[in-house]
């Protein structure tokens, strides 16, 4: 027991410091009256107590109703499991004097994998009494505290044994009224520790090539009297992390031991163990161990050194903790690999699992058990860097990543730099030890994982954006995206982004004007943003553009080869025709190679947010079936009525009115049959068709799109040049890139608003869509004052002309323009921001490397924001 064995001793008054590991199960022990439920309050927040009394209420509206125990206990032990699941510290008060009563508790703390902890109120049974008798509500039977007093007196001695990791027993009213409570971390929570870190992967006693690496790394080596590297520290204060198996099967364990001791004890290091470290200490224990697979070799080495140098690894390797939570959680080291239901958890079961991983049951040709590939199934927020299982090359899976590449094999030794999620690496001197089957190139760590699982999509979702919180999607909406993107939308692995939805700007009160550019301007200045890019709408439809500088660099990171993809809004392939899209997406990558943009940024492939005209060429069935059929009804009829009411006005009746409105009708109608015409024109494969980029959103590591806007304008002008250029050299060839107008507003220089809305009129009145107005250092937010962040200013508001928006609402709208002012834009801008933030959560997922699933988390959350609800029980 943590405490001594229980006799006759008397009370004591000295201060009891009691500690408990801040995730674990404590269960309160003692009789009726010991005043459990006050130590609970006096020592634990409310939410942590469960309590007994409380739960037999909530079943029986009567904390005494003893008839109630059985159901109170079954939710007593389903509020423990749930609180436990979610890592909570969780505290049971209750009398739990009856070993079948402690019993399931602690069946319930091994499944969740923390820490059982008994904390004994030993109050002699006459104070427990009186204490019952003063409660008018609580009158128990003489015999009850007696006997609960035996069974308390028949449990003390063996806590332990019934699974209790700690026990702490305090006799008498004073050492309860005197015991404090002191929250321990748990071994493995090194959450402080931020980093950066350099991620080292299986030595296996390749201690020069450890040299190596560190020293590439840009560690300085200590070295002792005899030359012997004993340790390692970084310049620049980055920590070392050891996967484990530092020992076995290569020419110098004692050496590896040696310098990552020295490291570890300087801080410059911290270790996991790996099965070797937990096999060569026990075989250095004495204990009874299989003396196979590199072991021999460890004990011969270490034969030669010093009993103290061996003793110092024998308490090295009892002291190593089976794995670490690192970075406020985001990573966790381990050797083996480990489920994300076992980070920062303790027992057994999880010392085994990040020890030797799980297994199948099965064994493969050579004799050794296969081993079940957790981390194609691994859906946690966490990094998990690993290592155990060798594989010709390190690369990410599902956010993780093994290190071993087997280096006492003949292979390398390899390094993870983190966060950067750089790899450096050293190639083995040479095969050491010869392995018993070759390394498999399809072992995980060596092919991407599963992109996208239903489960990561299906339900009411929260998806965390570092800009903008939690952003909630609803099961209906969930669903209705589900049917989009199972039915009609490309691969999901190519979409890394969807654009948002754009919200207007406030409505004007200019006559004749539902919108104008001074509400965008006065609404930027509001939010304290001084400097805007006003940039021409073009006459077409939203476009995502993949584009690949050869069919490998996609393959790389998405895990789908070929020239990349031209999207929509809704992740529908833009064109149907295949060849034509290739086509336009080779045009936009030779004006990317010819401008020098892929070497510029480093990357195999560029995303790009663009229009592409004309509206007919995506939108032809809709100008079918709904625009021309009003421009062709009005047509149609207008003619005709203005003819009837002028035959009746001849014979003398009084239709002026009635006549005026027919021909504003009828000069509406025609208005909006302009209107639409004019974003249509015939196209024949690439001939007619324009691409409007306006936007680098991504390269290969890095998010483009929270740059100033004046560089990604200048980026296009200068693939616009280079396709000219390139248009220019060849007969018959057109341009395809077009370029994006734009003009610069000082919200504050009057001269400088009028000239911008000059420019919008002039852009309107001749038949443009309009403009989109932006603050020109990308992404802004406002002001909270003490220097903290405010929320996320508009990323863009639309200001659409008078005749394009008979498009939007209809051909005679500015008859109507009292009661479509009054249209309400909250939801549309609270959309707009938490799409915006979803898509640059996406962007940053994509550019740390994090796996397709994470990226396409955001990306399905756009969607399901704006798609139609669909009943998730059809």
Known sequence: MTDAAVDGTTESTNPRRLPVTDVSLVVLIGTSGAGKSTFARR????????????????????????????????????IVGKRLAAGRLTVVDATNVQPEARRQLVRIAREH???????????????????????????????????????????????????????????????????????????????HLTG???????????????????????????????????????????TAVFVGDLVDRGPD???????????????????????????????????????????????????????????????????????????????????????????????????SHALYGETTGETDEYGLPVRYPWAEEYRGRALVVYGHTPVPTASFVNNTICLDTGCVFGGSLTALRYPERELVSVEAEREWYAPVRPMITDAPGAREGRPLDLADVAGRRIVETALHGRVAVREENAAAALEVMSRFALDPRLLAYLPPTMAPSATSRRDGYLEHPEEAFFAYRADGVRHLVCEEKHMGSRAVLLVARDGAALERRFGVAGPGAIWTRTGRAFLQDDGLTAAVLDRVREAAERAGLFEELGTGWLLLDAELMPWSLKAVELLRRQYAA????????????????????????????????????????????????????????????????????????????????????????RLVAA???????????EPVLHRT????????????????TAWWEELTGAGGEGMVVKPLASLVRTSRGEGRPGGLVQPGVKVRGREYLRIIYGPDYTEHLDRLRQRALGHKRSLALREY??????????????PLWRVHEPVFAVLALESEPVDPRL
């Open 43 to 78: 020592h634990f927040l409310p939410t942590q107590v469960v309590s007994s009394d409380f739960c037999r209420g909530l079943v029986a509206d009567d904390e005494n109703d003893q008839s109630a125990s059985a159901e109170a206990f079954d939710l007593l032990h389903y």
């Open 113 to 191: 994998d923390v820490l059982p902890i008994a904390i004994v109120l030993d109050v002699p049974p006459g104070v427990c009494a009186e204490r019952n008798r003063s409660r008018p509500d609580r009158q128990l039977p003489a015999h009850v505290i007696p006997r609960q007093n035996r069974e308390l007196r028949r449990s003390l001695r063996g806590l332990e044994r019934e699974g209790f990791r700690k026990v702490h027993i305090l006799r008498g009213e004073a050492e309860v009224a005197s015991a404090e409570i002191e929250l321990e971390k748990r071994y493995n929570d090194l959450r």
């Open 196 to 238: 950066p870190f350099d991620i080292v992967g299986d030595i296996h006693g390749c201690r020069s090539e450890l040299e190596t690496l560190l020293t590439r790394l840009g560690y300085a080596l200590t070295r002792d009297a005899q030359g012997r590297p004993v340790d390692a520290a970084h310049p620049a204060g980055r």
């Open 253 to 351: 364990t004692p050496g590896v031991l040696r310098l990552v001791m020295g490291m570890v004890a300087a801080g410059h290091a911290v270790c996991v163990p790996g099965n070797h470290e937990n096999k060569l200490g026990r075989a250095m224990d004495g204990k009874k161990v299989t003396v196979s697979h590199g072991l021999q070799e460890s004990l011969d080495q270490l034969a030669g050194e010093s009993e103290e140098f061996k003793a110092e690894v024998r308490a090295f390797m009892r002291g190593l903790v089976s794995h670490y939570l690192l970075d406020g959680g985001a990573l966790v080291v381990c050797h083996a690999g480990l489920p994300e239901k076992y980070h920062g958890r303790n027992s057994g079961r999880v010392r």
């Open 630 to 717: 009003v421009g062709a009804a009005a047509g149609a009829a207008l003619p005709e009525v203005l003819s009837a009411l002028e035959r009746a006005a001849g014979r003398g009746l009084d239709l002026a009115d009635l006549t005026a409105r027919q021909r504003q009708r009828s000069a509406d109608a025609s208005a909006f049959t302009e209107a639409y015409r004019r974003y249509c024109w015939p196209t024949e494969g690439l001939s007619g068709i324009r691409l409007a980029p306006f936007q680098l959103l991504a390269a290969e590591g890095a998010n483009l799109a929270v740059r100033p806007h004046d560089e990604h304008l200048a980026w296009i002008d």
């Open 723 to 733: 396709d000219a250029d390139a248009a220019g050299a060849t007969d018959g060839k």
């Open 741 to 756: 107008g734009r003009i610069l507003v000082d919200t504050e220089d009057e001269a400088s608003t009028a000239a911008a």
């Open 837 to 850: 933030a979803l898509g640059l959560e996406a962007l940053d997922r994509l550019a740390a490397g994090e």
